[in-house]
C-alpha cells in the first residue's frame, strides 16, 4: 500500500523534472529558462526524494536511508532558490538581455533609474500643489 | 529492479539529456550555468533511485554531498559571472 503510494509520488516528481527541463530547452530567454527549470526540477527532486523515504521506512525497512532523504530534500529546498538567485543577480550584472516580450524590469529601475513607458507618466488626478499667483500679488 | 524504476529512470536520463542540449547550445554563459545547476539537483535525484534500486545507503550520503557541492560551484559561477570578488 505504502510502497504504491511511493510509487505514485515519484511518479509525479518526475513529471515535473520533464516538464522543467523540457521549459529550460524550449523558453527564449535566461531569466524565463531559470524560472522554469529551477522550480519545477526542485518540486520535482524534493517528491522523488519524499518518496524514497517512504520506501526506506516501508518497503525497504531502512530508516538511515529514510532521514538522510528527507535531510536531502531539506538541502535541496534550502540551496536551490538561493543558487536561482545568485544566478539571476549574475546574469543581470553580466549584461543578460531580456526577451521582447517583457514587460517590467524592477531591478533595472532600481540600478538605473529606467521606467517603463507605461508608469512614466503622471497620475492625472493628482490636485496640483502649485501656487497660481494673481495679478494683486504681482 | 522493478519496470517502475526503470521507467523513471528512463526519464531522468531524458530531462538530463534536454540539460546536457541546453548546455551545448546555450547562447551565453548565463543558459549554460543555469543548465549546470539543473543538472546537479537531477542528478541528487538520480542517486535516491539507486539507493531504492541497490538498497544501499551510501547512495544517500552521496546525494546529500552531490547537492551541496553543486551549490557551492553554482555560487561561485555566479559570483563568477557577476565580476566581483570571491572573498567579497
Not at chain 1, 48 to 65: E, K, N, S, W
Not at chain 2, 44 to 51: D, E, I, P, S, V
Amino acid at each position: 500500500m505504502s510502497e504504491t503510494i511511493a510509487q505514485w509520488i515519484i511518479g509525479v516528481g518526475l513529471m515535473f523534472d520533464l516538464l522543467g527541463c523540457l521549459g529550460l530547452v524550449r523558453l527564449p530567454d535566461v531569466y524565463n529558462r531559470l524560472q522554469a527549470g529551477t522550480k519545477c526540477v526542485t518540486l520535482g527532486t524534493c517528491m522523488i526524494m519524499f518518496g524514497t523515504f517512504l520506501y526506506g521506512v516501508a518497503a525497504l525497512d531502512r530508516p538511515q536511508m529514510a532521514v538522510q532523504a528527507l535531510l536531502c530534500a531539506v538541502f535541496v529546498l534550502l540551496t536551490s532558490p538561493v543558487a536561482a538567485h545568485a544566478i539571476a543577480r549574475g546574469a543581470y550584472r553580466a549584461g543578460a538581455r531580456l526577451w521582447e516580450g517583457s514587460v517590467i524590469d524592477r531591478l533595472g529601475e532600481d540600478l538605473h533609474g529606467v521606467r517603463p513607458p507605461a508608469e512614466r507618466a503622471e497620475p492625472a488626478d493628482q490636485p496640483a500643489a502649485v501656487h497660481h499667483f494673481t495679478e494683486s500679488e504681482s | 529492479m522493478s519496470p517502475f524504476l526503470v521507467f523513471v529512470a528512463g526519464g531522468l536520463l531524458l530531462a538530463a539529456a534536454m540539460c546536457l542540449l541546453r548546455i551545448g547550445r546555450g547562447p551565453t554563459a548565463p543558459d549554460r550555468t543555469v543548465a549546470i545547476d539543473i543538472l546537479g539537483t537531477l542528478m541528487a535525484g538520480f542517486c535516491c533511485l539507486l539507493a531504492i534500486w541497490t538498497g544501499q545507503d551510501f547512495y544517500m550520503s552521496i546525494a546529500i554531498a552531490w547537492s551541496l557541492v553543486s551549490f557551492i560551484g553554482t555560487i561561485a559561477l555566479a559570483k563568477y559571472l557577476e565580476g566581483r570578488q570571491y572573498d567579497e
